[in-house]
C-alpha cells in the first residue's frame, strides 16, 4: 500500500505530465483556431464573418466552404474564444482544495470536459518549513492520523499543506466529501482515470 507521501509524489507527477499534455493541446489548439490566416475558401457565397488577427475580430467575406477554424458569426463569438484561451484563467494554483472544471482541447478543441483535481498537496505532502528563518506556528493535515498538527514554518517557500487554524486545516481536508482513509477520493478517482 502506497503511503500518503508516496501517494502524494505520485499524484504530483501525474499532473505535471497532465498539465505539460494540456499545455502543448491548448496552444495547437490556439493556433488553429485563432492564429491560422483569413480564409475565404474557393465557392462563392458571400458570407459575413470574423477572424482574429493580433488582439482583434476583423470581419472578412466567407466563400461558403473549406475555410479553416479562425472563422466566427459573430465579432463577440470570436473575441469570447480568442480572449479566453490562456491557460491562466483556467488553472488557479492557489485556489481552494477543490476541483477545477478544466477544459480539454482536442482536435476540434471542445471535445469533453475534465474535471482535475489540483488539490493534493493541500493536504496529502508532509510539512515544509519553507527556505526563510522566520518562526511562524502553523498547522499541517496529517494524512495518517487524520489530523492537524503544529509545525513551525519559516516565512516563505514550503508547499500548501499549510493553515492558520485547526478548522480552516480540518475543513480542507477532513470534510466527508475529502476523507478516504488519508486518501481523497477525488485523486482516487483522477489516478483510476489515468490509469486506465
Known sequence: MLSSLDLYNYVLKIEKLFFSFYSVMHFLC???????????????????????????????????????NNNYLSEEECMKTCTDFA???????????????????????????????FCAEKCLAPAHTGMCRGSFTMLYFDASTQSCKFFTYGGCGGNRNRYTSE?????????????????????HLVLYHFLQ
Open 30 to 68: 490556439f493556433l488553429e483556431k485563432c492564429q491560422a490566416e483569413k480564409k475565404v475558401g474557393p465557392c462563392r457565397a458571400s458570407m459575413p464573418r470574423f477572424f482574429y488577427n493580433s488582439g482583434t475580430c476583423q470581419r472578412f467575406t466567407y466563400g461558403g466552404c473549406k475555410g479553416n
Open 87 to 117: 491557460i491562466t484563467n483556467l488553472i488557479d494554483v492557489n485556489n481552494q482544495c477543490n476541483i477545477l472544471p478544466v477544459q480539454l482541447w482536442l482536435m476540434d478543441c471542445h471535445v469533453s470536459k475534465l474535471c482535475v483535481v
Open 167 to 187: 478548522e480552516e486545516c480540518m475543513s480542507q481536508c477532513k470534510d466527508g466529501k475529502r476523507r478516504s482513509k488519508g486518501i481523497f477520493r477525488r485523486n
